[in-house]
């Protein structure tokens, strides 16, 4: 039968399991990633309840009706964005509806807004806004 020290050694057997897996998890995206230097404009809010925080605005937020080459989009899709390098900074080339197929370098981003608006830009959130 288990004692209160085992269930103690236990629970902090598990948690240290868990902080663990999501370190590693995170080690593994950081050495297996490629390094994308993106433009960015910060914006510095101020939240009652998260404080000081920065909040980025890519170049990639909002991308032209061009980039799509005629592929229609809707509010809510998950679209690819494949970039290609340009000196110091990477560019974005084109955007798509299915993962790019071979060794391109893209990122994942939800159309969040714009695709219903006939031309103008699709407003794209790519989970990386806020630091």
């Known amino acids: 039968m288990f004692k209160k020290k085992h269930w103690y050694i236990a629970a902090i057997a598990l948690?240290?399991?868990?902080i663990g897996t999501i370190l590693l998890y995170?080690?593994?995206i950081l050495g297996t990633g490629t390094p994308v230097l993106l433009r960015i404009q910060p914006v510095d809010?101020?939240?009652?309840l998260r404080g000081d925080y920065v909040t980025f605005r890519y170049a990639i937020s909002d991308l032209g009706r061009y980039f799509f080459r005629g592929v229609p989009v809707s509010n809510g899709?998950?679209?690819y964005v494949i970039f290609?390098?340009?000196g110091e900074f990477n560019i974005p080339?084109?955007?798509q509806l299915?993962?790019?197929a071979g060794g391109e370098l893209f990122i994942r981003g939800t159309v969040e807004s714009g695709a219903?608006?006939?031309g103008g830009s699709v407003h794209v959130v790519y989970g990386i806004e806020q630091y």
């Open 77 to 79: 899709d998950t679209i």
């Open 98 to 100: 299915i993962p790019p």
């Open 15 to 18: 948690q240290t399991l868990i």
């Open 93 to 95: 080339q084109r955007a």
């Open 116 to 118: 219903d608006v006939a």
């Open 45 to 48: 809010p101020r939240d009652w």
């Open 26 to 28: 995170k080690m593994i």
């Open 84 to 86: 290609y390098s340009s």
